[in-house]
Structure formats: structure tokens, C-alpha cells
């Protein structure tokens, strides 16, 4: 063999070993079945952008429905690299994330595509310090959800004395306020909640209902863009800082205000396809609440706001109009 081949297989095998080294296999855990639209309309969507913006460089594999932790694990399972990537409801860990937890309280957000985008602008320079043991990539909140009931909810004494699965911390402690008994489950857990007569009524966006095999058990609905919950794509801190600078790169492209706006769109579609669904099943009862029913919830919910503020303190108002302008800015302002 001679010199000049010799050195050409050690170039290309250097220029493979490079290749190789920088190729980069993500696993990413959620709690959500396979089948769930923020599977197949988001995150797969995302990762085959990620594989073709970096010509196959970047994989992720995905763990789904509580493979590798529970749903209230996730933030931590991020933080500690159990998971590269988690798909986190920071709702479920009451009291953790107390600047966060504003949009989870109802009457702010109306859509969540430009919900999305607006939480993103006004949370990522939040989250390096209320987040700072993981990287922040993605808001996803659902499209507005509701009360979904065994029997009619109509006004906020209707919740006096039921116990209702809430979607997360801040919802819990509106049901608490207005006389019902939170049943804290997570969503893969809330049919059976239902079911088994733990819980007379739930908080969930409309297509979920079917989604989780509720629709079944909770025939009647309170037809109004009540609450959002933001689930986030979280990233292990060590995971991101190991990556080649240009995969990194590429990665950054992907946690972006517009990303999800864009990650968010094909839930929120799904979800409002439920209500329409129920209507025309015939089995369910939706119920409009008149202009003053609606603001009787907007009062019943104002204790949430004043207990936000207090809670965060000297910066709360600063904050809070923070929020409000981004969602204004991007049409999603109840």
C-alpha cells in the first residue's frame, strides 16, 4: 500500500471521527401517551426540524407516558439528566415557581398560539433565575380550558362543595377558594379520578376530554376560554454546554418565541375541535354563562391576582404588566 493511500484512509477516518464526535443523540422524556397531539403535532414536528437543520447531527429519542419518572418529576429529571430534555408542567409542583405561576391564573391568555409566543417573550429572561438549573426552550400552553362536570357548573357557587381535579397548583387553590375540594392527579391519572367518584368535576381543554377517555364520565361544560396551563420544553444544563458550539447553535434556533408559537399550534387546533365535538354528538350539554355570570368568575378569580403579587413581591406590578403587554402584543389577551 502506498504512502499517498495510506494517508488518504487516515484523513477520511479522521474526518469521520469528527463527524462522529459531534453527533449528538437527545433523549427526551413527557408523561403524555404516544398518541397525545403534543406528541405527534409538537414535538415531532421539532426534533425533525432539529435533524434537519443539522443534517442529521442532532437526534432525540423520546420517552413517553412516564417512561423514565412521573409528571411532577420532570423539571428535576431535567436538572438532574435523568432525561436531556423533559416536557414540564411546572403547575404540578405547588408554590416552586411562584413568577411562573401568573399564567396559570384564569382570564389572561384567550388562544394559545399567540399565547405561546407571548409567554415565551415575557418568561425567558424570567426563567435564568427562577429557572436556573435548566435551560428554558419552549412554552406550550393548550388552548383555553374549563370546568367539565358530572352535573351543571354555571356560576363559582356551583363549585361550593364538589371535589374537582384542578390542572395544577394555581387552579387547586381557585377551587379551595370558592368552597370545592382540589383532587390533585395528573392528567394521566384524572380519568380514573372521574370514574371511581374521587372527583365530580375536572379542569381540562375540550379535546383532552376524549383524549383521556373522560367524556364518558362528565356530560356537562362550561362553555368559556376560562384557564390556560403552560407546559415547557426543559433542557439539562450540562447536556446543552457539552454540545459542538454549532449544534448548540442550531438547538438555540429551536427555543425561540416563534418556535412556540409553532410548537403550540397544532394542540391548540386539536383541542378546540372537542367542543365542537360534543356539540355535535348530542350527549353534551355546553352552557354560555351570560356577560354577568362571566364577570362573577373574573371576581371570584381576583383573589388570585392579589395573592400573585403578594407573593412575588416589591416587582409584582412590573411583572404583571409585563405579561399583559405580550399578550396583548400578540392578540391573546382575554
Same mark, same amino acid.
Given at each position: $500500500?502506498?504512502?499517498?493511500?495510506? =494517508?488518504?484512509?487516515?484523513?477520511?477516518? @479522521?474526518?469521520?471521527?469528527?463527524?462522529?464526535?459531534?453527533?449528538?443523540?437527545?433523549?427526551?422524556?413527557?408523561?403524555?401517551?404516544?398518541?397525545?397531539?403534543?406528541?405527534?403535532?409538537?414535538?415531532?414536528?421539532?426534533?425533525?426540524?432539529?435533524?434537519?437543520?443539522?443534517?442529521? !447531527?442532532?437526534?432525540?429519542?423520546? +420517552?413517553?407516558?412516564?417512561?423514565?419518572? *412521573?409528571?411532577? %418529576?420532570?423539571? %428535576?429529571?431535567? !436538572?438532574?439528566?435523568?432525561?436531556?430534555? &423533559?416536557? &414540564?408542567?411546572?403547575?404540578?409542583? *405547588?408554590?416552586?415557581?411562584?413568577?411562573?405561576?401568573?399564567?396559570?391564573?384564569?382570564?389572561?391568555?384567550?388562544?394559545?398560539?399567540?399565547?405561546?409566543?407571548? $409567554?415565551?417573550?415575557?418568561?425567558?429572561?424570567? *426563567?435564568?433565575?427562577?429557572?436556573?438549573?435548566?435551560?428554558? @426552550?419552549?412554552?406550550?400552553?393548550? %388552548?383555553?380550558?374549563?370546568?367539565?362536570?358530572?352535573?351543571?357548573?354555571?356560576?363559582? *357557587?356551583?363549585?361550593?362543595?364538589?371535589?374537582?381535579?384542578?390542572?395544577?397548583?394555581? $387552579?387547586?387553590?381557585?377551587?379551595?377558594?370558592?368552597?370545592?375540594?382540589?383532587?390533585?392527579?395528573?392528567?394521566?391519572?384524572?380519568?380514573? =379520578?372521574?370514574?371511581?367518584?374521587?372527583?365530580?368535576?375536572? &379542569? +381540562?381543554?375540550?379535546?383532552?376530554?376524549?383524549?383521556?377517555?373522560?367524556?364518558?364520565?362528565?356530560?356537562?361544560?362550561?362553555?368559556?376560554?376560562?384557564?390556560?396551563?403552560?407546559?415547557?420544553?426543559?433542557?439539562?444544563?450540562?447536556?446543552?454546554?457539552? $454540545?459542538?458550539?454549532?449544534?448548540?447553535?442550531?438547538?438555540?434556533?429551536? @427555543?425561540?418565541?416563534?418556535?412556540?408559537?409553532?410548537?403550540?399550534?397544532?394542540? =391548540?387546533?386539536?383541542?378546540?375541535?372537542?367542543?365542537?365535538?360534543?356539540?355535535?354528538?348530542?350527549?353534551?350539554?355546553?352552557?354560555?354563562? &351570560?356577560?354577568?355570570?362571566?364577570?362573577?368568575?373574573?371576581?371570584?378569580?381576583?383573589?388570585?391576582?392579589?395573592?400573585?403579587?403578594?407573593?412575588?413581591?416589591?416587582?409584582?406590578?412590573?411583572?404583571?404588566?409585563?405579561?399583559?403587554?405580550?399578550?396583548?402584543?400578540?392578540?391573546?389577551?382575554?
Amino acid at each position: $500500500m502506498s504512502t499517498r493511500t495510506i =494517508a488518504a484512509i487516515a484523513a477520511t477516518l @479522521c474526518i469521520t471521527g469528527t463527524a462522529q464526535a459531534q453527533e449528538v443523540t437527545l433523549r427526551l422524556s413527557h408523561w403524555l401517551p404516544p398518541t397525545h397531539p403534543v406528541h405527534t403535532l409538537g414535538i415531532e414536528p421539532w426534533i425533525q426540524s432539529l435533524s434537519e437543520a443539522s443534517d442529521g !447531527r442532532i437526534a432525540v429519542q423520546v +420517552f413517553p407516558a412516564q417512561q423514565l419518572g *412521573a409528571a411532577p %418529576d420532570h423539571y %428535576d429529571m431535567a !436538572r438532574d439528566g435523568i432525561a436531556d430534555i &423533559t416536557y &414540564t408542567n411546572p403547575g404540578y409542583q *405547588a408554590g416552586r415557581f411562584p413568577i411562573y405561576s401568573l399564567v396559570e391564573i384564569p382570564f389572561h391568555a384567550n388562544n394559545a398560539v399567540g399565547g405561546a409566543q407571548a $409567554m415565551h417573550e415575557w418568561y425567558a429572561p424570567i *426563567a435564568e433565575t427562577e429557572m436556573s438549573d435548566v435551560k428554558f @426552550c419552549i412554552a406550550n400552553p393548550h %388552548d383555553p380550558g374549563t370546568f367539565h362536570s358530572k352535573n351543571p357548573i354555571k356560576v363559582p *357557587a356551583d363549585v361550593s362543595g364538589l371535589n374537582v381535579r384542578p390542572a395544577h397548583a394555581t $387552579m387547586a387553590r381557585f377551587i379551595s377558594g370558592l368552597g370545592g375540594g382540589p383532587v390533585q392527579v395528573p392528567a394521566p391519572e384524572a380519568r380514573e =379520578a372521574i370514574a371511581n367518584g374521587t372527583a365530580d368535576a375536572i &379542569t +381540562f381543554p375540550w379535546n383532552s376530554i376524549y383524549i383521556f377517555g373522560i367524556d364518558s364520565e362528565t356530560k356537562y361544560h362550561l362553555d368559556m376560554p376560562f384557564y390556560i396551563s403552560a407546559q415547557l420544553l426543559l433542557i439539562n444544563k450540562d447536556t446543552y454546554n457539552g $454540545m459542538p458550539e454549532d449544534l448548540r447553535a442550531i438547538l438555540d434556533d429551536h @427555543c425561540t418565541p416563534e418556535w412556540s408559537r409553532k410548537f403550540s399550534e397544532g394542540w =391548540a387546533e386539536n383541542e378546540a375541535s372537542g367542543r365542537q365535538k360534543m356539540i355535535d354528538s348530542g350527549e353534551h350539554t355546553l352552557y354560555e354563562p &351570560t356577560e354577568e355570570e362571566v364577570q362573577m368568575w373574573r371576581d371570584a378569580a381576583q383573589p388570585l391576582i392579589d395573592q400573585w403579587k403578594t407573593d412575588v413581591g416589591a416587582d409584582a406590578e412590573t411583572l404583571y404588566q409585563g405579561y399583559v403587554e405580550a399578550l396583548e402584543r400578540h392578540d391573546s389577551r382575554f
